[in-house]
């Protein structure tokens, strides 16, 4: 089992920024990649970002690209997102995900993180 916790979100102005958290606990040596979803009133969880636990190599959706930066801390064990430029349709509750060595897809999940971009 692996836990996480995310932090950081908040309620702020379009252009302004965040630092999202996310902290796995554990069975932290069976992540292989770690993840942030989001998912807004009346819509489905969407992918944002996702970044590989050995190596670091990132992807983003495309909404993101440019404004978001996926990063990790192995010795931390935590994930962050850095949200720049902030826009009123980003606004979301924000979920980290852990995808272990087996399987290919995100096996656990955490509570969310709310994120309010006001215009």
């Known amino acids: 089992q692996v836990q996480l916790v995310e932090s950081g979100g908040g309620l702020v102005q379009a252009g302004d920024s965040l630092r999202l958290s996310c902290a796995a606990s554990g069975r932290t040596f069976s992540i292989y990649a770690m993840g942030w979803f989001r998912q807004a009133p009346g819509k489905e969880r969407e992918f944002v970002a996702q970044?590989?636990?050995?190596?670091?190599?990132?992807s983003y959706a495309d909404s993101v690209k440019g404004r978001f930066t996926i990063s990790k801390d192995n010795a931390k064990n935590t994930m962050y997102l850095q949200t720049n430029s902030l826009k009123p349709e980003d606004t979301a509750v924000y979920y980290c995900a852990v995808m272990g060595t087996v399987g290919g897809r995100y096996d656990y999940w955490g509570q969310g993180t709310q994120v309010t971009v006001s215009s």
């Open positions: 970044i590989m636990w050995s190596g670091g190599r990132t």
